[in-house]
């Protein structure tokens, strides 16, 4: 039986890994970033009032589903403002320590990442309170009956929170943010540039209507759309066997043929996930725990990366009993439901 990281592989690129390779493309200044031109045109007046004071900028919060460019902005950030850059991944701080730790080695102006700032355990949370507000760290010392604790004042800097479930922070962590960002899904004209650039750098031949065929099925999603290109470019290069062909439309369809991606950007995942809602549940409403066990796949890439495409695309309809099909899924699987209940194919 195939384990649930083959079923993974298989389906989806819900689990896409950050690698070396989407660094070498990853904008480096404002002016790179393609769209988000609210977010960007805000953050180009913080940025620069915040040097004129010689202060650093205020705290940050970007929301928004994975890959719309949370971490590019908090780099850009640090990069235009000339300051040092640290990350960490909240999961990853286990105990309060952890974090008192990374807080008290910062330099002055230093921006401090925190990614998926929603997952921080509740004691580390409490302890950025203080620091995010009065640059005061307040750390644990001693066991027991000699239990103590220091203070120590921080110097000056900005923290970056990024999370794709904003509705998760809590009210006091969020008023904690002078500075809110919500990051929208990309038109298929900013992926089509976010292509060009890409495309420029990785050096790929291509023509034009071969990066629009991707930019159509990248999930609104630039890491979806760079990945996409990645993976036509190894089709079409195994294809044509010369570095030097540009990737053709049909050679990028043909490609998504063999990905199983329509030409909406659906996965076998995206399909698989709508089928068994039709199927087993007879259209839903359904909560994602017994998806996720039929589909093996774990509840955080069904909630944060499937879903919110297939809402978008009116495919599905949260309700507070749970997730719905609507009549466009039904079309779109080529399903009809029976006056029973039951489905047949028409
Ligand atoms: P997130 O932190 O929201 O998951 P990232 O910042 O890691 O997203 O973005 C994923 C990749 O997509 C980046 O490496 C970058 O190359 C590209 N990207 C994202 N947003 C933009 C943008 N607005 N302009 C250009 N490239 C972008």
């Given at each position: 039986m195939a384990s649930s990281k083959e079923n993974k592989t298989k389906h989806s690129y819900a689990n896409l890994e950050r690698t070396e390779i989407e660094l070498q493309v990853r904008p480096q200044t404002l002016s790179a970033f393609v769209g988000q031109k609210d977010t960007v045109d805000a953050l180009q007046a913080y940025l620069k009032a915040a040097l004129l004071r010689k202060e650093p900028l205020d705290h940050v919060l970007l929301s928004g589903p994975?890959?719309?460019?949370k971490t590019s902005l908090a780099r850009i950030i640090a990069n235009d403002s000339h300051a040092g850059f640290s990350q960490v991944t909240a999961?990853?701080?286990?105990?309060p320590g952890d974090l008192a730790k990374i807080l008290s080695s910062l330099q002055a102006h230093d921006v401090l990442f925190v990614d998926e700032i929603h997952r921080l355990p509740a004691p580390a949370e409490e302890l950025l309170y203080g620091a995010m507000e009065d640059r005061m760290l307040d750390i644990a010392v001693g066991d027991g009956m000699v239990a103590n604790s220091i203070q120590i004042t921080l110097p000056p800097f900005t923290l970056i929170g990024a999370t794709t479930r904003p509705g998760d922070l809590t009210a006091p962590l969020r008023d904690r943010f002078g500075i809110r960002f919500h990051l929208e899904f990309y038109s298929e004209d900013d992926l089509i540039l976010i292509l060009e650039r890409a495309a420029g750098i990785w050096k790929i031949e291509h023509e034009k209507i071969a990066l629009q065929e991707i930019s159509k099925r990248a999930r609104s999603t630039p890491r979806v759309a760079l990945h996409l290109l990645r993976r036509v470019w190894d089709y079409a290069l195994s294809e044509s066997n010369n570095l030097h062909e540009p990737i053709h439309a049909a050679a990028a369809l043909n490609a998504f043929e063999r990905m199983h991606i329509d030409g909406e950007g659906m996965t076998k995942l995206d399909r698989l996930f709508l089928q068994n809602i039709a199927k087993h549940?007879?259209?839903?409403?359904?909560?994602?725990k017994p998806l996720s066990a039929l589909l093996a796949e774990d509840i955080t890439t069904l909630e944060d990366f499937v879903e919110p495409y297939l809402v978008r695309r009116a495919f599905i309809k949260r309700t507070p009993r749970g997730r719905m099909l609507t009549q466009e899924a039904y079309t779109h699987l080529g399903l009809k439901k029976h006056k029973t209940g039951d489905l047949f194919e028409p």
């Open positions: 994975p890959g719309l460019g999961p990853n701080i286990k105990r549940y007879d259209g839903g409403p359904v909560g994602l």
